[in-house]
């Protein structure tokens, strides 16, 4: 961690869990802001400059869920994503990794794995960010000496030069460019020996090439009627000229072209330093895949020696099992730009091992594509040891749910042994009331448990047991006659478990208070579907709830509990009064 705290977007829709995210993210030295739902994440995240990772949950409720939410949030601004969810299906994984690939976290991870997680991320970020910067770094580089090269040719094509048409070293004509490059006028040109538009120092060396007949272009020193001397490039042959043969000259003033070449190989040579600095691995081939050139790390990385690698192509070192995948995704690269992708590369002593690779495509000298790839063996070892564990765990789920079912029946147990040797009333209370609610989630988790599905099942199979389960705690509970009347709609295990809290509070609450003076007690329990919102009644024939109590005033903690679920479950709930108490419970599935 640096001495900036880091700013996490933590999505979770349900409030509790969030609760304990914030809480413990916050002891980890992270600032921490909270979205419940998707829409909100991405208004947040669009809106909030700061935020340096998100922490996204799958499963947000009504509305898009976390990769749709993911999604949309990098197509804003590229960030870290870890996915924190439940959910260990081997298909939802690979879901979230094509969407990003900084991280999964099982939720209820310890802190510990949700810290290395988080950081492991932030590593990868960085890495991406500074490999990015590296790329870009070549790109201007590159282009800049294409530019540079274009701009050369473009002012050497369109200079016409001087020209001077001479005989016996007299010179008999020229054009305009000669004077202009040597400062003489034209009159004075006329006439003049050409060879004292020559320094001295490479007059020898021109006087010989004129009587040996050299017509290849050859360097020389110029001078100028000032006395300046100047680079200059020279080309001769003989033409037909006023009925006779003379020695026709090309004088192209080379200055500029110079400093440009020596532009170039300054480019070049700091070009060179950066590729050798690299710690990635970097080639260059011609458009038929064969190499031109390479870095030391891509020496290494393959096994190679330069001269080695520059007599081969990409096909000798491609895995035979990849090698297909990487003709395609080269087509692609020319075709469309760069891209970054994944094969098996073959090591000269012949063992394979997997390569990233971002390639791009230059549009210069026939064609150039240029990559740099790294090592990821390890990390893709560590992604199949995370395959195999996932398998594990689900091998051994069933013993899992069999040992969580009888821990959290010992936790009843124990709550209720504790409540037997209590005398002090508000204790004793306190202690049921626990037992209550523990009870009602032992009910969810049993009947989830024995369902094909653990993720949802029909509220028939799962309200009328609790019903049942929450009235037999009660000494009276028999006493009461209980009408059910529950539709077989089917609703996620993520609505029952706050639905189960909401109608043990419900039920004990009435169990308590309603039927004090009434001899003949009926509760009725419902639940329907209604415009795609499930509504669960709970009713009594009692002594009624005082007007002065409702969920948004009191003081008591079951029915703030309950308010609290129900605001989770995105709902509403209301009391109607006359001929008892009716608790309408409402929400959307």
């Not at 810290?115 to 770094?137: G, H, N, Q, R, Y």
């Not at 040891?385 to 091998?395: H, N």
């Not at 988790?445 to 929450?470: C, G, H, T």
């Not at 309603?514 to 209604?530: D, G, H, K, R």
Request: aromatic content about 6%; hydrophobic content about 45%; proline content about 2%.
């Amino acid at each position: 961690m640096s001495a900036t705290r880091k700013t996490i977007l933590l999505v979770e829709d349900e409030k509790i869990q969030a609760l304990v995210g914030k809480k413990i993210l916050a002891q980890l030295g992270y600032q921490i802001v909270v979205a419940e739902t998707g829409e909100r994440a991405v208004e947040i995240f669009t809106a909030t400059a700061a935020i340096d990772l998100v922490l996204m949950d799958i499963d947000l409720g009504e509305g898009i869920d976390g990769t749709v939410a993911a999604g949309q949030i990098l197509a804003a601004r590229d960030v870290p994503v870890v996915f924190l969810s439940s959910h260990v299906e081997p298909e939802i994984v690979a879901k979230t990794e094509k969407i990003t690939s900084y991280g999964y976290v099982v939720k209820n991870s310890s802190s510990t794995v949700l810290d290395a997680s988080i950081k492991m991320a932030f590593k990868l970020f960085d890495e991406k960010e500074e490999k990015k910067a590296v790329t870009m770094e070549l790109r201007q580089a590159l282009e800049a000496l294409q530019e540079s090269e274009t701009r050369f040719k473009a002012l050497h094509n369109a200079s016409f030069g001087g020209i001077a048409i001479h005989d016996q070293g007299l010179i008999l004509d020229c054009n305009r460019g000669l004077s202009e490059m040597t400062g003489y006028a034209l009159d004075e040109l006329i006439g003049m020996d050409g060879l004292l538009l020559i320094a001295e120092k490479t007059r020898g060396m021109v006087l010989n090439n004129i009587r040996a007949g050299y017509e290849k272009p050859y360097a020389a020193i110029g001078v100028r009627k000032d006395g300046s001397e100047y680079p200059v490039r020279l080309e001769a042959r003989n033409i037909p000229y006023q009925g006779k043969e003379v020695r026709v000259v090309e004088f192209r003033d080379v200055t500029e072209s110079a400093l440009r070449e020596q532009d170039l190989v300054n480019q070049q040579q700091f070009l060179q330093a950066v590729l050798q600095a690299s710690a990635d691995g970097f080639w260059v081939t011609d458009i038929q895949q064969r190499f031109l050139q390479v870095n030391e790390a891509f020496c290494q990385l393959s096994g190679y020696t330069r001269e080695e690698i520059l007599q081969l192509r990409i096909s000798d070192i491609a895995a035979a099992d990849d090698l297909a995948k990487v003709q395609q995704v080269i087509q692609r690269i020319v075709e469309r730009g760069p891209e970054i992708f994944t094969s098996g590369q073959r090591h000269k002593a012949g063992h394979i091992f997997d390569v990233e690779v971002s390639a791009s495509f230059l549009n210069v000298e026939g064609g150039r594509l240029v990559g740099f790839c790294r090592d990821i063996t390890e990390r893709k070892r560590a992604e199949r040891s995370i395959v195999a564990l996932v398998a594990e765990k689900d091998l051994i789920l069933k013993e899992v749910h069999h040992r969580l079912k009888n821990n959290m029946n010992t936790i009843v147990g124990l709550l209720h042994l504790q409540a037997l040797e209590q005398d002090n009333p508000a204790v004793l209370a306190a202690l049921e009331d626990a037992e209550s609610r523990l009870k009602s989630m032992v009910v969810l988790y049993d009947k989830l448990y024995q369902s094909a599905d653990f993720q949802e099942m029909s509220i028939a199979e799962y309200l009328p047991a609790l019903v049942d389960e929450i009235l037999g705690n009660f000494p009276g509970g028999q006493a009461v006659t209980v009408e059910k009347a529950v539709d077989g709609f089917i609703i996620g295990a993520r609505q029952l478990q706050p639905l189960g809290i909401i109608v043990n509070e419900l039920l004990t609450n009435i169990m308590k208070y309603a039927f004090a003076e009434n001899s003949t007690p009926v509760i009725e329990v419902t639940a329907f579907m209604q415009k795609g919102h499930a509504v669960i009644t709970v009713r009594d024939n009692g002594r009624g709830m005082p007007e002065a109590i409702d969920f948004k005033n009191t003081t008591g903690f079951g029915l703030m509990l309950v308010e609290m679920l129900t605001e989770q479950l995105g709902g509403s709930i209301r009391i109607e009064r006359g001929g008892g108490t009716k608790i309408v419970l409402e929400f959307p599935i």
